[in-house]
Structures are given as C-alpha cells and as structure tokens.
C-alpha cells in the first residue's frame, strides 16, 4: 500500500513562488510515473506536471516555465517548484503515482494541498 502526503500548500501573492513536496509511504520502486495534478473549483482535474522513472519530465504548454517537477529517490519525496505565479494557478494540488503489481498498474492519490494565489 502505498500513502501520499502532500505540504507546503499556501497563500501566496500574484509573482511569488512556492514549492510543493509529496511524501510517500510504502513501496513505489516500481512507478511508472510520479505526477501533480490540479483541480480548481468548478474545473476538472489536471496534470501539471510528471516524471517518469527514467526522469524524464512533462509540463503541459499551460505551465511550462513556470514549474518545475522534481524527485529525490532516497528520501521517496516528489516536489513541485511553482514561480511567478498567478491566481489561475489557485487550487487543490495532488501528487499521483502509477505503479506497477505484477502484471497491473494502480494509481495512488494524496489528499490534496491548497494553493491560493491572491491578485
């Protein structure tokens, strides 16, 4: 089983940065991808960034410049760098990891961190 918990969630104000960190429990030595997704209110989920095992990263256009995903394998912490922000960047943000179980993949989710970008 594997758990996810996100920090580093905030208000921030229109230009700053923040940088988000996931920690997971369990084993993910087997991941696919590690991910952050976003949901704003009213709005769907969104990928906004993910790395592979092999570290290759992928940013939608949305986002691109402005983030940055990143891992530290030992201590199993995945970290968003968020800079020059906006207040569309304002909601719930969700690390996501795929891994894989024999011959199966299953997605884990944390809970959510708020960030909140005043104008």
């Known amino acids: 089983q594997v758990q996810l918990v996100e920090s580093g969630g905030g208000l921030v104000q229109a230009g700053g940065s923040l940088r988000l960190s996931c920690v997971a429990s369990?084993?993910?030595?087997?991941?696919?991808?590690m991910g952050w997704f976003r949901q704003a209110p009213g709005k769907q989920r969104e990928l906004v960034a993910r790395?592979?095992?092999?570290?290759?990263?992928t940013y939608p256009d949305s986002v691109k410049g402005r983030i940055t995903i990143s891992r530290h394998n030992a201590n199993k912490t995945l970290y968003l760098q968020m800079s020059s922000l906006t207040p569309v960047y304002t909601a719930v943000y969700y690390c996501?990891?795929?891994?894989?179980?024999?011959?199966?993949?299953?997605?884990?989710w944390g809970r959510g961190s708020q960030v909140t970008v005043s104008s």
């Open positions: 996501n990891v795929l891994v894989t179980i024999g011959f199966s993949t299953k997605d884990y």
């Open positions: 369990g084993s993910i030595s087997t991941f696919l991808f």
């Open positions: 790395i592979t095992s092999g570290g290759t990263t």
